[in-house]
């Protein structure tokens, strides 16, 4: 298997260097940072004992790969907006876990420092402009929420405006105003919900500045992002899980790849350099135009998108005769379902590489899938989410062979 150059932002467990950390002093109140009481080795870890007690029963698990600076990777961040007690005093910040209260935040540990200052200056200009944040108990105000993307090479950043009246007074005055306080900001959006939901984004969009979208690169690919595309939040460490699927994919140049959940089609268009043809599939419309814009964008030929339900794409896939070689899949923390892998057997792909963000629900389609003949020969866990509890792996699969499977080789439940 070709091996590239090793990204120096993957550190391995044991060489991550020991980490003296400053408490944040709203980290109890807002509960996204579960671990941030933890040296960073620690977090580690606590991480890979994780995944090994869901996981150690299919395999081998691998060192966990960590961040070499585990602070402010989130290139997309977004806050929410609401007065205080006395309705007094604007606050900003992130909902207290299992609440609607507004923690308080100006600089968070983890999110983009960029971002952290456009999202207090706007709170500024919320009061220079006679502004109030959304009021969800009177269903009263204009602003409730604010999400900030920045592309982590490119450094463009979007600015969406989320509030709850399409009615937005002095608007161009208030983006002229934010703009003068951050040039570096590429494109404003105002999207507009008016639900009684804790949906962020309404389904109303409108440009006040700039495209409407940013552009970042990821594995030598440009992608466009748009405010409902879904793009990792850690751009880091997210090459480095897509480089180390791709090694384990083993592309020749002559296969047949199949991108299910593909999204914006990141990953279907990473590995379309390295294969014969790749068929992304996706529900989301607005996701599978993203995908379709992307590989125009990136000069790619051998990329299709279809906006269809993965298990029925590959259901019929199978009654047609058709083949896939390898199948990625990068499903969300539900993870997958027992009709996605039973389609998913029944194409019956030579390798699957399954990228999970879940080992809890990894370890249940991992079950499923050895009842369907698939066996697990390659584990790796990668810390894209530094201070809290959550870790990704990437899990090679391969069809067993029939002798195999009659002694009972790679079979993790003897």
């Given at each position: 298997m070709k091996t590239n150059p090793p990204n120096r932002s993957a550190v391995p467990l044991q060489v991550v260097p020991q980490t003296n950390l400053r408490l944040c002093p709203v980290a109890k109140k807002c509960g996204g940072c579960q671990l941030q009481n933890m040296a960073?080795?620690?977090?580690?870890?606590?991480?890979?004992?994780?995944?090994?007690r869901l996981l150690g029963a299919y395999g081998k698990v691998e060192p966990i790969l960590g961040m070499e600076n585990p602070f402010h990777y989130r290139n997309k961040v977004q806050a929410a907006f609401a007065f205080d007690r006395r309705r007094s005093k604007i606050l900003s910040g992130v909902y207290q876990s299992s609440t609607h209260r507004v923690v308080y935040v100006d600089r968070c540990l983890i999110e983009d420092k960029q971002a952290d200052e456009i999202i207090v200056t706007i709170r500024g200009l919320l009061k220079s402009f006679k502004l109030t944040p959304y009021d969800e108990n009177r269903e009263t105000g204009f602003l409730r929420h604010v999400l900030v993307k920045r592309g982590f090479q490119s450094g463009q950043i979007m600015v969406v405006l989320v509030t709850a009246t399409p009615v937005f007074p002095a608007k161009n005055r208030f983006v002229e105003a934010l703009l003068q306080a951050h040039p570096q900001i590429t494109t404003v959006l105002m999207n507009t919900n008016r639900h009684h939901t804790n949906l962020v984004l309404g389904d109303t969009e409108k440009v006040l500045y700039g495209p409407g979208y940013i552009e970042d690169t990821l594995c030598g690919c440009v992608f466009r992002i748009s405010a409902r595309?879904?793009?990792?939040?850690?751009?880091?460490?997210?090459?480095?899980?897509?480089?180390?699927?791709?090694?384990?994919?083993?592309?020749?140049?002559?296969?047949?790849?199949?991108?299910?959940?593909?999204?914006i089609g990141t990953i279907g268009l990473i590995a379309s350099r390295r294969a014969g043809r790749v068929i992304g599939v996706e529900v989301n419309p607005d996701a599978v135009r993203d995908a379709i814009s992307n590989a125009r964008r990136n000069g790619v030929k051998n990329s299709y998108f279809i906006r269809e339900d993965a298990g029925e794409f590959l259901t019929r896939m199978a009654q047609e005769g058709r083949h896939a070689d390898v199948v990625f899949m990068d499903p969300p923390r539900a993870g997958s379902t027992p009709r996605f892998l039973s389609s998913l057997a029944a194409l019956a792909p030579d390798r699957i590489v399954y990228i999970s963000c879940n080992p809890e629900t990894l370890a249940r389609d991992l079950r499923l899938l050895d009842g369907h003949g698939y066996r697990v020969r390659h584990i790796q866990p990668v810390d894209m989410f530094p201070h809290t509890s959550h870790v990704e792996v990437v899990c090679l699969l391969t069809k067993a062979h029939s002798a195999a499977k009659k002694s009972g080789e790679g079979n993790g439940f003897q």
């Open positions: 960073y080795p620690r977090q580690l870890a606590f991480k890979q004992g994780m995944v090994q595309s879904f793009y990792q939040v850690n751009p880091v460490q997210t090459q480095v899980l897509y480089q180390k699927a791709m090694d384990l994919a083993e592309l020749t140049g002559k296969e047949t790849v199949i991108d299910a959940y593909c999204g």
